[in-house]
Nanobody, 125 residues
Framework: VQLQASGGGLVQAGESLRLSCAAS????????MSWFRQAPGKEREFVAA????????YYADFVEGRFTVSKDKTKNTMYLQMSSLKPGDTATYYCAGSSVVILSSIREPRHYAYWGQGTLVTVSS
């Protein structure tokens, strides 16, 4: 499975941005697709996850309703709509996929076998 993340850029605080993660795999029924982010000097952290089958979504506490993860099955693409962005959201955002991760481990990067290359989001104050 190959993942291609895109959509990052430079925005001002309060603005919105939509990230995309296009996947080569055409059969995602068993997959959990997630977004992580990593700021300079910090560990990679969980942002949001989506169960491809069923559509259940999960978010990190810091999201506070500002982000929405969604999918387009016809395009094998996952999205992360980010609103009310803050300077603290500045990071490289990665999409990841796993066919075996369980709910209790969904926030741990080490349980994901497939990763996109990352897309940089910079939020200026």
């Amino acid at each position: 499975v190959q993942l291609q993340a895109s959509g990052g850029g430079l925005v001002q605080a309060g603005e919105s941005l939509r990230l995309s993660c296009a996947a080569s795999e055409t059969s995602f029924s068993r997959f959990t697709m997630s977004w992580f982010r990593q700021a300079p000097g910090k560990e990679r952290e969980f942002v949001a996850a989506l169960r491809w089958s069923g559509g259940h979504t999960y978010y990190a506490d810091f999201v506070e309703g500002r982000f929405t993860v969604s999918k387009d099955k016809t395009k094998n693409t996952m999205y992360l709509q980010m609103s009310s962005l803050k300077p603290g959201d500045t990071a490289t955002y990665y999409c990841a996929g796993s066919s075996v991760v369980i709910l209790s481990s969904i926030r741990e990067p080490r349980h994901y076998a497939y990763w996109g290359q990352g897309t940089l989001v910079t939020v200026s104050s």
